[in-house]
């Protein structure tokens, strides 16, 4: 008798075990949920630096055009843009930049060089209500509103030529 109450006394314990084993596995789940949401919320604090969460730019790039000058925004990688400054018959080189502190349509941006990456300037820019108009205001310079525009480059400048 005594092997019998030895053998029902481990299947207790096992049994026992094992239903604390099943209780244990959603508390770990809903502990590492809740990990999981601090360290989200963590990452999403307004903080003033370029490692804040990067703009995506559907508004941003395009076509934009202010009388004479034409300015073209597009996408280099994820979160890196270029600029570049078209007139009826030059254009400027490529700047690149990228977005450091987006806030609902005010943005702010970085220039930097391509091949060394060392921030050079910060400069703003702005999208009204609609997105149809960019502000853009570089140091020392007044405000340059652009209108969202269909036109090409090629069709404002016949001798731009694509990168």
């Known amino acids: 008798m005594s092997v019998f109450k030895r053998i029902m006394m481990g299947f207790v314990v096992m049994s026992t075990l094992a239903a604390c084993e099943e209780q244990q596995i959603p508390m770990r789940d809903k502990e590492h949920a809740q990990a999981k949401k601090q360290v989200e919320d963590v990452s999403r604090e307004d903080v003033p630096s370029n490692k804040a969460a990067k703009y995506n730019g559907k508004h941003l790039y395009g076509n934009w055009i202010k009388g004479e000058s034409f300015l073209l925004i597009a996408r280099d990688q994820v979160s890196n843009f270029t600029m570049q ?66 036109i090409e480059p090629e069709e404002f400048n016949p001798t731009y030529k694509w990168r």
């Open 85 to 150: 400054r078209i007139t009826r018959s030059d254009y400027e080189k490529e700047q690149h930049f990228e977005i450091a502190e987006p806030v609902d349509n005010n943005l702010t941006g970085i220039l930097y060089n391509e091949n060394q990456r060392n921030r050079t300037t910060t400069f703003t820019l702005k999208l009204n209500e609609d997105y149809t108009e960019l502000t853009i205001t570089m140091p020392n310079e007044s405000p340059v509103t652009y209108k969202q525009t269909e």
